[in-house]
């Protein structure tokens, strides 16, 4: 696959997901209704996964060798970018077509074929980017799409010979696992896999902005996002008023169906193999058990069975 067709391709698939016969609004809101976060953040998804292939097709005009001279008279020294060959993708569901589109964009513009293998419980964007790169003249068989478990398809994805590299955002636990597939065969990997972010709050921070920065990190995307705040530590000179406005921020959330107007957080995503209720509902009582000195600032009340109020827990 030559360079003109990467980038013809981009462009024409950049256009695909904007113009009236597709338009950012109907991905934006189909991405609601799939993973559940609110609109407005669906919609800043979206562009960001335009804007992701934007830049890449960009950057495949700068894609290439250098020469660099030698210490021997009438002799030089260059290098060669080469396709790696096929590369697999494995990605989550909290973000369905931003982090499909971070993985695939630079793999075709480097002039790999792509086995892209989304979270089971949201591929529908996926599909819609396989879509309109099909429409825009991507060759066949240059981008595969398989939807299935992760014991399986991420398995088959790890062990096969064919596979060159491999880029996953997961857990923990199932990132360890694939590398230690890849790492006897010396298949390149990237693994991106959760964590845990503190925000630090020190004595002389505007309050408000602290507060309103933290509970934008931690509420946001319901929380489902491994960039987010799950922790503050806050100097204990100005804990009691940070924890006022923390509150008074958490408290004018307004829980529902992220398609509704006046909505800012979505519900917990509850499909694949492990639903996020079951799992929220079981860390209130082990965090306080945990840390004995926890108290919990603001409600965490079910709306309706199928929403949950959020919920802070201070020490």
């Known amino acids: 696959m030559g360079g003109d067709d990467v980038r013809g391709a981009r462009s024409r698939a950049e256009q695909g997901l904007t113009n009236p016969g597709n338009p950012q609004g109907e991905l934006a809101r189909l991405l609601t209704r799939e993973e559940g976060k609110t609109l407005a953040e669906s919609t800043g998804e979206v562009q960001r996964a335009i804007d992701i292939f934007r830049f890449f097709g960009g950057l495949s005009y700068t894609l290439g060798g250098q020469t660099i001279p030698h210490d021997l008279p009438n002799n030089l020294l260059y290098t060669v970018r080469q396709p790696l060959g096929v590369v697999a993708l494995i990605t989550p569901w909290n973000f369905p077509i931003a982090i499909p589109a971070w993985k695939l964009a630079p793999a075709l513009v480097a002039g790999n074929s792509v086995v892209l293998k989304p979270a089971s419980a949201t591929p529908a964007l996926t599909f819609e980017i396989a879509r309109a790169l099909a429409e825009a003249g991507l060759p066949k068989g240059v981008l595969n799409v398989v939807v299935g478990s992760g014991a399986t398809v991420g398995l088959e994805l790890a062990t096969n010979p064919v596979v060159s590299a491999l880029s996953f955002t997961g857990s923990h636990a199932v990132g360890q696992g694939i590398y230690e597939q890849l790492a006897p065969r010396m298949v390149r990997a990237q693994m991106e896999m959760g964590g845990k972010n503190p925000t630090l709050v020190l004595d002389d921070a505007d309050l408000d902005l602290a507060a309103t920065l933290c509970a934008r990190a931690g509420f946001g995307l319901t929380g489902q996002a491994c960039t987010a705040t ?86």
């Open 230 to 315: 799950s922790r503050a530590i806050v100097d204990r000179k100005v804990i009691e008023p940070f924890v006022e406005k923390l509150v008074a921020q958490a408290a004018a959330i307004k829980v529902g169906n992220g398609l509704n107007d006046g909505v800012t957080m979505g519900p917990a995503n509850q499909r694949g193999p492990a639903p996020n209720r079951p799992r929220i509902h079981r860390h209130r009582p082990a965090g306080r058990r945990r840390a004995g000195l926890w108290r919990q600032a603001v409600g965490g009340r079910r709306t309706g069975g199928r929403l949950v109020h959020r919920a802070n827990c201070l020490h």
